[in-house]
């Protein structure tokens, strides 16, 4: 049977999730998950709903999926033991760093990869096995063939059955924190993908807002995949959506059943203003209006669902000893799971109001209504002509349940290891290096090349259709690696991309630079050394070494990350930042050119201009799919002393949709303090940080 998750962003969330059919949920408290705006869980709140739910069979997960900073990972250590003790089930992790530093401090702790580490492809599912994750979520916008790909793979996976889908691959999006918001990794999304944009010269009201994505309909084929888990997402939506799809995908587990199209339009309308999109058929969002009065009859109907009642209820077998008024009568409890209890009730009473027959105490002890068990069986060993007072034997009963109920909510002892020490910090260069990286074959240049750049980024199709291109920046000694799509899904795409490595390394590029983990073990399948790329959201130095262990031989740090928390950062391999040129602000699953033109032209670089002037290049990504990057570029080459001191071992340039001309001139600002300046700078996060 595949396991139901779902989300619980309060108190009163864990209820309804559990009384309509949950069989574990997912929460968090503090403030490292992705979803701060939920309400979220203090300590006292947090221990009482893990109680809540181990007494009624429930599992809990503790959410602390995001990137996690180094100053911050003392305090995330500690967050994750004390959930430990308070009996969570299993951590789900984003931060390299954090995993490793779990995996040595709670070695016992079952760990779940989160949908954003982006794990698209069998050998990504490998490598996330490899490392020691239990089980992997798989990004929400995953087709079902590639999700039926994925479950064969020997670990866990689960699948998003219902959830707002973001425009952006999984774990690809800066576009709120680089325009000076809050990090949509860090749970502070401001969520401009749901704003306004003109593209392609006409007028599209929402060109990155899609609906959102259900599968509860395909619950069955998931089962057959082999699945292991059913995720209803969404922790920022009301209770009342908590209990309503929960219910519905319970219902779809057991009966098999499609959800009925009036209650799937029913939820649509209140709970869905984004509307509802199938696999990867996406389509405009398009805000439904509800009368209110019928939304809260309707919400109203779901909280009754839940609120003061006992839907969800362990099964238990009682015994019942009475053979002789000398002695107490002897009650006995235990559950399927094997927790028993044994206690001492009330002396028969010759003049009590309840006589001790089969009957009678069949009678009593099956009155557990209110209680999270149901009374499945009585055995009775019974002396004759016995009576007793039948408060004091419901008494007895209250006392023997509750006593079942601190078995089931004992946590179970588990080891604690030490927290493993900080890594050293590695010895850079007085000045770092400086990189450029390119995206199209008009910027490789036998003029950039003289600029003698340490090392090349160039994008693995523009290496494999060009290589001739590289031949002036070979003869300056220019290292040259393969830049890997952010993104890769399906036989197809990853066959392709095997292919180009192969003919790449062939023409003798050894390096191959890569922001997800899938894709590293390829490329190093196919012989290549492996640099880290800026989706690894790298944020603290045991990221590094985990990096370093997994065999890349150095990394970018997250852009999200100030030249303060730089500086301070101990660096075990050689890191690096980009400080010059426009972000991707986001990898989209699909062609958004495409959709607004309505014909395939993503060739032709494109431009989406928001409604307070600024304007988001769109050009073509691997496997269909658009980057859109930042409407302004990051400019620190005034900034010379302060990210020299930051103890890089390299800084990069990263051209995007400059001509070759600007390249050269952008270059040479930095290397000889030419006076050009681009228009549209931006210093990004590196002088405030992001929370």
């Known amino acids: 049977m595949i396991e139901l998750l779902s989300p619980a962003p309060s108190p ?26 939920a309400v979220n869980f203090s300590d006292d709140a947090f221990e009482a709903a893990v109680r809540y739910c181990r007494v009624r ?15 911050e990972m003392q305090k995330a250590g500690g967050l994750a033991l004390r959930a430990q003790r308070a009996g969570v089930d299993a951590i789900i992790v984003r931060d390299l760093g954090l995993f490793a530093v779990l995996r040595r401090l709670l070695p016992e702790m079952p760990l779940f990869a989160d949908h954003r580490m982006g794990f698209y492809t069998p050998e ?54 680089m325009a000076g918001h809050g990090s949509a990794d860090r749970g502070q999304c401001a969520e401009l993908c749901r704003e306004t944009y003109t593209l392609g010269g006409r007028w599209d009201t929402t060109p990155l807002s899609w609906k959102d994505r259900t599968l509860l309909g395909d619950i069955p ?13 969404s922790r920022e939506r009301r209770v009342e959506y908590v209990a309503a799809y929960t219910a519905e995908a319970r219902n779809a587990l057991e009966d098999g059943q499609k959800p009925a199209d009036a209650d799937r339009d029913t939820m649509e309308r209140v709970f869905a203003p984004y509307g509802v999109a199938k696999r990867r058929v996406y389509e405009r969002a398009e805000p439904h209006e509800e009368e209110p009065r019928a ?25 019942v000893v009475a053979q002789s008024g000398e002695n107490p009568i002897t009650l006995g409890a235990q559950d399927y799971d094997g927790h028993q209890t044994v206690l001492r009730g009330p002396y028969p009473d010759p003049v009590g109001d309840t006589e001790l ?43 023997l349940l509750y006593a079942l109920s601190e078995q089931r909510a004992a946590v179970p002892a588990r080891e604690e290891g030490l927290f493993p020490a900080e890594p050293f910090r590695s010895v850079p260069a007085v000045v770092p290096a400086i990189n450029f990286s390119v995206q199209n074959a008009e910027q490789l240049t036998p003029e950039l090349a003289a600029l003698r750049p340490a090392a090349l980024y160039v994008p693995l199709e523009v290496l494999w259709r060009h290589g001739e291109k590289l031949r002036p920046f070979l003869d300056e000694g220019c290292a040259v690696a393969a830049a890997l799509p952010a993104v890769a899904c399906g036989e197809e795409e990853c066959g392709d991309l095997r292919r180009m490595l192969a003919e790449v390394r062939e023409s003798g590029v050894a390096e191959a630079l890569t922001g997800n983990l899938g894709l590293a073990l390829i490329a190093s399948q196919e012989g290549y050394e492996l640099r880290g790329d800026l ?73 989406m201009a928001d409604t307070h002037g600024g304007v988001w290049p769109v050009t073509k990504d691997f496997g269909c799919r658009n980057t859109v990057w930042m409407a302004k570029k990051l400019w620190l080459e005034d900034l010379t002393d302060e990210w020299i001191r930051c103890g890089l ?3 990069r340039l990263n051209f995007s949709t400059e001509s070759p001309r600007e390249c050269v001139d952008v270059a040479e600002a930095y290397i000889h303090g030419a006076a050009y300046r681009p228009n549209g700078m931006t210093r990004g996060a590196y002088l405030r940080g992001v929370e």
């Open 295 to 319: 939304v809260e009859r309707y919400c109203a109907a779901l909280r009754r669902s839940y609120s003061d009642t006992e839907i969800r209820r362990v099964g238990v077998r009682f015994a």
């Open 124 to 177: 990504s599912a490998k490598a996330a096995a490899a490392l020691g994750f239990r089980r992997i979520f798989l990004p929400p916008e995953m087709p079902l063939a590639e999700i039926r790909r994925m479950a064969a793979e020997e670990i866990e996976t689960a699948v998003f059955v219902q959830s707002s889908l973001c425009p952006a691959a999984a774990g690809t999006c800066r576009m709120s924190s």
């Open 357 to 399: 027959t089969e009957e009678s105490l069949k009678e009593i002890m099956y009155r557990t209504a209110g209680t999270p068990f149901r009374c499945e069986e009585v055995e009775t060993a019974l002396g004759e002509g016995l009576r007793v007072s039948g408060i004091e034997l419901d008494e007895a009963r209250r006392r």
């Open 12 to 37: 009163e969330a864990v209820t309804a999730a559990v009384q309509n059919g949950a069989d574990a949920v997912y929460l968090s408290f503090d403030d490292l998950n992705d979803c701060r705006s």
């Open 535 to 607: 989706d690894l959201a790298v944020m603290n130095s045991y990221a590094l070494r985990a990096l370093g262990t997994a065999g890349f031989i150095s990394a970018a740090l997250s852009p999200e990350l100030s030249l303060a928390q730089i500086a301070a950062m101990n660096k075990p391999i050689p890191a690096e930042a980009v400080i010059y040129g426009r972000l991707p602000a986001m990898i989209s699953e699909t062609c958004i050119i495409k959709e607004s033109a309505g014909r395939c032209s993503c060739t032709t670089p494109a431009q």
């Open 221 to 233: 084929a998931l089962k057959e995949a082999g699945v292991t888990c059913a995720v209803i997402g």
């Open 649 to 651: 071992w390299a800084v």
């Open 57 to 71: 069979d429930c599992r809990v997960y503790l959410a602390m999926n995001v990137p996690i900073r180094s100053d």
